[in-house]
């Protein structure tokens, strides 16, 4: 299995640019989460869906922030517009509903907002 | 919500001793309790888990623990190598009103140092 896989691995954009990150889930997973990891306040839950379903969105800092899941395969997390302040790694997980309890992490995508 | 506690944030150790890293939570409802290790430039991996219905579990040299009415969990390393160090996080899941899906929230991490 290739397991999750988050692109691009790394982006450096100006503030006040559109950022969009991508993720496919491991294949026959269900449940997609999307995170922030900062120094400062570790590890965030941003958003998470089952069946392509936003179910919680409460970890998601503010409107700039956007999140979709057009089918089981493929999911976007976009800033509009950008703030330094959004610099961090972004990871993307995923689980099963057989194993829903397990989460999978990808790479993760290392964004510079300067 | 869930609030977990983890301590120590760093933990140096010398090869062959033994590491353990220690999480409290706040929600009693909690069932669901993982292990990541986070390596340098990658995504957490996860380690081991404990669900709430057993109080410890191990595989080979890495062992957890759960103390329920104490809402605290641990983390055992035995014979630590040097491949060992990395930052370790503790995470709880939220009982999530018996669905089968529930957020994990994160401890702060233990930066583990396994000395040759």
């Known amino acids: 299995d290739a397991g999750v896989i988050q692109s691009p691995r790394h982006e450096v954009t100006e503030m006040g640019q559109e950022v969009t990150l991508r993720c496919k889930p491991i294949s026959g997973h269900n449940s997609l989460f999307w995170y922030r990891q900062t120094m400062m306040r570790g590890l965030e839950l941003l958003i998470y869906?089952?069946?392509?379903?936003?179910?919680?969105d409460s970890g998601m800092p503010e409107d700039r922030f956007s999140a979709k899941m057009p089918n089981a395969s493929f999911s976007t997390l976009k800033i509009q517009p950008s703030e330094p302040r959004d610099s961090a790694v972004y990871f993307c997980a995923s689980s099963s509903t057989g194993k829903a309890y397990e989460q999978y992490f990808g790479p993760g995508t290392r964004l510079t907002v300067t | 919500g869930e609030n977990v506690e983890q301590h120590p944030s760093t933990l140096s150790v010398q090869e062959g001793d033994s590491a353990v890293i220690k999480c409290t939570y706040s929600d009693s409802a909690s069932n669901y309790f993982p292990w990541y290790k986070q390596e340098l430039g990658k995504g957490p991996q996860l380690i081991i888990d404990?669900?709430?219905?057993?109080g410890e579990k191990k595989d080979q040299r890495i062992a957890v623990t759960l103390n329920k009415t104490a809402k605290h969990f641990s983390l055992h390393i035995t014979e630590t190598q040097p491949e060992d160090s990395a930052v370790y996080f503790c995470?709880?899941?939220?009982?999530?009103?018996?669905?089968?899906?529930?957020?994990?929230?994160f401890g702060q991490g233990t930066i583990l140092t396994v000395h040759p």
């Open positions: 404990i669900r709430s219905n057993v």
């Open positions: 995470a709880a899941r939220g009982n999530a009103g018996g669905t089968s899906y529930g957020k994990l929230t």
């Open positions: 869906f089952n069946n392509n379903v936003p179910i919680d």
